[in-house]
Protein backbone atom coordinates (compact mmCIF):
# COMPACT_ATOMS: atom_id res chain seq x y z
CA UNK A 1 0.00 0.00 0.00
CA UNK A 2 1.52 3.50 -1.16
CA UNK A 3 1.83 6.12 2.05
CA UNK A 4 1.48 9.49 0.98
CA UNK A 5 3.39 12.29 3.74
CA UNK A 6 1.56 15.71 3.01
CA UNK A 7 3.93 18.62 2.64
CA UNK A 8 4.51 20.96 5.25
CA UNK A 9 2.56 23.84 3.88
CA UNK A 10 0.97 26.86 6.22
CA UNK A 11 -2.18 25.80 8.33
CA UNK A 12 -4.03 28.46 9.80
CA UNK A 13 -4.59 26.33 12.56
CA UNK A 14 -1.09 24.66 13.55
CA UNK A 15 0.35 28.61 12.87
CA UNK A 16 -2.17 29.97 15.55
CA UNK A 17 -0.58 28.08 18.29
CA UNK A 18 3.09 29.20 17.50
CA UNK A 19 3.64 32.59 19.47
CA UNK A 20 2.24 30.68 22.24
CA UNK A 21 5.18 28.05 22.10
CA UNK A 22 8.04 28.65 25.33
CA UNK A 23 11.25 28.52 22.98
CA UNK A 24 13.23 28.74 26.35
CA UNK A 25 12.19 25.89 27.38
CA UNK A 26 12.88 24.16 23.87
CA UNK A 27 16.24 25.72 23.90
CA UNK A 28 17.00 24.16 26.96
CA UNK A 29 16.27 20.85 25.56
CA UNK A 30 17.98 21.44 22.34
CA UNK A 31 20.97 21.77 24.80
CA UNK A 32 20.62 18.24 26.45
CA UNK A 33 21.86 14.77 25.07
CA UNK A 34 18.76 12.58 23.79
CA UNK A 35 19.17 10.50 27.30
CA UNK A 36 18.76 13.64 29.06
CA UNK A 37 15.70 14.82 27.42
CA UNK A 38 14.25 11.82 28.50
CA UNK A 39 15.10 11.82 31.80
CA UNK A 40 13.71 15.54 31.60
CA UNK A 41 10.37 14.41 30.47
CA UNK A 42 10.28 11.49 32.88
CA UNK A 43 10.97 14.12 35.51
CA UNK A 44 8.40 16.13 34.10
CA UNK A 45 5.33 13.32 34.03
CA UNK A 46 6.38 12.38 37.32
CA UNK A 47 5.94 15.64 38.60
CA UNK A 48 2.03 15.61 36.71
CA UNK A 49 1.66 12.56 38.35
CA UNK A 50 2.75 13.67 41.96
CA UNK A 51 0.41 16.71 41.09
CA UNK A 52 -2.69 14.68 40.46
CA UNK A 53 -2.27 12.71 43.14
CA UNK A 54 -2.00 15.57 45.63
CA UNK A 55 -5.09 17.24 43.69
CA UNK A 56 -7.06 14.05 44.30
CA UNK A 57 -6.44 13.93 48.24
CA UNK A 58 -7.19 17.70 48.44
CA UNK A 59 -10.68 16.94 47.35
CA UNK A 60 -10.94 13.92 48.85
CA UNK A 61 -10.25 15.68 52.43
CA UNK A 62 -12.74 18.97 51.16
CA UNK A 63 -15.46 16.16 50.41
CA UNK A 64 -14.83 14.63 53.78
CA UNK A 65 -15.12 17.21 55.68
CA UNK A 66 -18.01 18.77 54.10
CA UNK A 67 -19.58 15.33 54.83
CA UNK A 68 -18.61 15.89 58.70
CA UNK A 69 -19.80 19.53 58.65
CA UNK A 70 -23.50 18.30 57.40
CA UNK A 71 -23.69 16.00 60.15
CA UNK B 1 10.02 1.03 36.78
CA UNK B 2 12.25 3.74 35.22
CA UNK B 3 9.82 5.34 32.22
CA UNK B 4 10.69 4.89 29.22
CA UNK B 5 14.17 3.87 29.86
CA UNK B 6 12.98 -0.42 30.46
CA UNK B 7 11.17 -0.15 27.37
CA UNK B 8 13.40 1.03 25.14
CA UNK B 9 16.27 -0.98 26.37
CA UNK B 10 13.77 -4.22 26.11
CA UNK B 11 13.24 -3.51 22.43
CA UNK B 12 16.88 -2.45 21.54
CA UNK B 13 18.31 -5.09 23.29
CA UNK B 14 16.30 -7.78 21.69
CA UNK B 15 16.83 -5.56 18.41
CA UNK B 16 13.76 -5.30 17.67
CA UNK B 17 13.35 -3.87 14.25
CA UNK B 18 11.25 -0.29 14.90
CA UNK B 19 11.33 3.25 14.94
CA UNK B 20 10.44 5.32 17.79
CA UNK B 21 7.77 7.94 16.74
CA UNK B 22 5.49 10.15 18.55
CA UNK B 23 5.71 12.07 21.60
CA UNK B 24 8.66 10.23 22.65
CA UNK B 25 10.33 11.09 19.29
CA UNK B 26 9.12 14.45 19.71
CA UNK B 27 11.22 14.99 23.15
CA UNK B 28 14.03 13.28 21.73
CA UNK B 29 13.83 16.31 19.06
CA UNK B 30 13.78 18.73 21.75
CA UNK B 31 9.89 19.12 22.54
CA UNK B 32 9.21 20.07 25.97
CA UNK B 33 5.53 18.42 26.06
CA UNK B 34 4.33 15.70 28.74
CA UNK B 35 3.79 12.28 27.33
CA UNK B 36 3.59 8.71 28.80
CA UNK B 37 3.82 5.76 25.95
CA UNK B 38 5.98 4.76 23.86
CA UNK B 39 5.19 4.48 20.58
CA UNK B 40 7.25 2.31 18.32
CA UNK B 41 6.45 1.27 14.42
CA UNK B 42 7.61 -2.30 14.05
CA UNK B 43 8.60 -4.41 11.29
CA UNK B 44 6.06 -6.37 9.92
CA UNK B 45 7.59 -9.54 9.65
CA UNK B 46 7.70 -13.34 11.64
CA UNK B 47 10.97 -12.97 12.84
CA UNK B 48 10.36 -9.47 14.02
CA UNK B 49 7.65 -10.82 16.02
CA UNK B 50 9.48 -13.13 17.77
CA UNK B 51 12.00 -10.69 19.27
CA UNK B 52 9.12 -8.07 20.09
CA UNK B 53 7.89 -11.29 22.32
CA UNK B 54 11.06 -11.72 23.83
CA UNK B 55 11.39 -8.08 24.88
CA UNK B 56 7.97 -7.24 25.83
CA UNK B 57 6.46 -10.92 27.22
CA UNK B 58 8.61 -10.07 30.14
CA UNK B 59 7.14 -6.73 31.07
CA UNK B 60 3.37 -8.36 31.23
CA UNK B 61 1.94 -6.44 28.53
CA UNK B 62 -2.47 -5.94 28.84
CA UNK B 63 -4.35 -4.43 26.06
CA UNK B 64 -4.65 -1.03 28.07
CA UNK B 65 -8.22 -0.10 28.79
CA UNK B 66 -9.51 -3.62 28.54
CA UNK B 67 -11.29 -5.22 31.85
CA UNK B 68 -9.00 -7.11 33.92
CA UNK B 69 -8.97 -10.37 33.28
CA UNK B 70 -9.12 -10.79 29.33
CA UNK B 71 -7.16 -14.00 28.07
CA UNK B 72 -4.53 -11.93 26.33
CA UNK B 73 -2.01 -14.03 25.11
CA UNK B 74 1.28 -11.66 23.99
CA UNK B 75 2.84 -13.75 21.36
CA UNK B 76 3.69 -14.13 18.13
CA UNK B 77 0.66 -15.39 16.53
CA UNK B 78 -1.20 -12.48 18.50
CA UNK B 79 0.94 -9.77 16.83
CA UNK B 80 0.73 -11.92 13.65
CA UNK B 81 -3.62 -12.02 13.35
CA UNK B 82 -3.18 -8.00 14.49
CA UNK B 83 -1.41 -4.91 13.66
CA UNK B 84 -1.74 -2.08 16.44
CA UNK B 85 -1.64 -3.08 20.13
CA UNK B 86 -1.94 -0.08 22.85
CA UNK B 87 -0.56 -1.92 26.17
CA UNK B 88 0.11 -1.39 29.70
CA UNK B 89 3.14 -2.97 30.60
CA UNK B 90 4.82 -3.21 34.36
CA UNK B 91 7.12 -0.64 32.63
CA UNK B 92 4.63 2.29 31.48
CA UNK B 93 2.89 2.29 28.15
CA UNK B 94 3.51 1.06 25.10
CA UNK B 95 2.05 1.56 21.87
CA UNK B 96 3.23 -1.16 18.92
CA UNK B 97 1.98 -0.04 15.34
CA UNK B 98 2.57 -1.84 12.03
CA UNK B 99 1.24 1.07 10.34
CA UNK B 100 0.18 4.50 10.99
CA UNK B 101 -1.15 7.68 8.78
CA UNK B 102 1.71 8.13 6.66
CA UNK B 103 3.90 5.31 6.37
CA UNK B 104 4.38 1.91 8.01
CA UNK B 105 8.11 0.44 9.05
CA UNK B 106 9.88 0.10 5.54
CA UNK B 107 8.21 3.51 4.21
CA UNK B 108 9.16 5.26 7.00
CA UNK B 109 12.88 3.59 7.96
CA UNK B 110 14.76 5.70 5.10
CA UNK B 111 13.35 8.78 7.28
CA UNK B 112 14.72 8.18 10.62
CA UNK B 113 18.12 8.07 12.34
CA UNK B 114 19.89 6.14 14.81
CA UNK B 115 20.52 8.16 18.05
CA UNK B 116 22.04 6.85 21.03
CA UNK B 117 19.52 6.27 24.22
CA UNK B 118 19.88 5.17 28.00
CA UNK B 119 23.29 3.34 26.18
CA UNK B 120 21.39 2.00 23.50
CA UNK B 121 21.09 2.70 19.66
CA UNK B 122 17.92 3.30 18.82
CA UNK B 123 15.93 4.40 15.87
CA UNK B 124 14.18 8.08 15.43
CA UNK B 125 11.74 9.49 12.86
CA UNK B 126 13.58 12.31 11.87
CA UNK B 127 11.58 15.84 12.82
CA UNK B 128 10.51 16.91 9.35
CA UNK B 129 8.80 13.04 9.00
CA UNK B 130 7.53 13.43 12.51
CA UNK B 131 6.01 16.77 11.61
CA UNK B 132 4.58 15.06 8.34
CA UNK B 133 2.89 11.98 9.93
CA UNK B 134 1.20 14.22 12.77
CA UNK B 135 -0.41 16.15 9.99
CA UNK B 136 -1.03 13.09 8.12
CA UNK B 137 -3.10 11.63 10.97
CA UNK B 138 -4.83 15.30 11.40
CA UNK B 139 -5.81 14.70 15.31
CA UNK B 140 -7.32 18.03 16.85
CA UNK B 141 -5.14 17.09 19.68
CA UNK B 142 -1.57 17.43 17.89
CA UNK B 143 -2.06 20.58 16.39
CA UNK B 144 0.35 22.39 19.21
CA UNK B 145 2.33 19.31 19.52
CA UNK B 146 3.31 20.25 15.50
CA UNK B 147 2.98 23.66 16.37
CA UNK B 148 6.17 23.26 18.41
CA UNK B 149 7.82 20.97 16.57
CA UNK B 150 7.57 23.23 13.48
CA UNK B 151 9.07 25.97 15.80
CA UNK B 152 12.12 23.50 16.31
CA UNK B 153 12.22 23.25 12.88
CA UNK B 154 12.69 26.58 12.38
CA UNK B 155 14.54 27.19 15.00
CA UNK B 156 17.73 24.51 13.34
CA UNK B 157 16.89 25.91 9.96
CA UNK B 158 18.03 29.38 11.66
CA UNK B 159 21.63 27.56 12.93
Known sequence: MPFELPPITPNPVIDAYK????????????????????????????????????????????????ADDSR | MEEFRDIIQALTTHQVNGILIGGVAGALRGAHRPT????????????????????????????????????????????????????????????????????????????????????CECRVLNLTTLIRVKRAAGRPKDFEAIAELERILEELDDE
Open chain 2, 36 to 119: RDVDWLYRRDPSNYAKIVEAVAPLSPYLRGAPPGLPFCFDEKTIAAGGNFTLTTTAGDLDLLATIAGGDYESLLDHSDLMRVFD
Open chain 1, 19 to 66: PGIDMTLVRENLKLTPTERLEKLKRLVRGIDRLHADGKAFRETQQSQA
